[in-house]
Nanobody, 118 residues
């Protein structure tokens, strides 16, 4: 299983980014896919997840600016981030889990760096 995250970069506050997670060896439509992030000196936190039943979950403080989606034909999951803030600076990781499995027991990508300048 490989999860290839991309789309990160350096952006100014107020801008937008769309992160992509291209999956191989796993079918995104029948598994639970998630995006986590880890800022320097902080614990990793769940940003958003989308289940095999198309149910989406967001961290409450982020749900207004973050949107998770997937393209089954491309076997890819996306994270749209709008109105970026400097505190969004982090490495963003894509994760996959079987239904009923935790992400910790699942698969992880290598991460993509998002840096937001003020």
């Amino acid at each position: 299983v490989q999860l290839q995250a991309s789309g990160g970069g350096l952006v100014q506050a107020g801008g937008s980014l769309r992160l992509s997670c291209a999956a191989s060896g796993i079918i995104v439509s029948i598994n639970v896919m998630g995006w986590y992030r880890q800022a320097p000196g902080k614990q990793r936190e769940l940003v958003a997840a989308i289940s095999h039943l198309d149910r989406t979950t967001y961290t409450d403080s982020l749900k207004d600016r973050f949107t998770i989606s997937r393209d089954n034909a491309k076997n890819t999951v996306y994270l749209q981030i709008d109105s970026l803030k400097p505190e969004d600076t982090a490495v963003y990781y894509c994760a996959a889990a079987r239904p009923g499995q935790t992400f910790d027991a699942g698969y992880w990508g290598q991460g993509t760096q998002v840096t937001v300048s003020s």
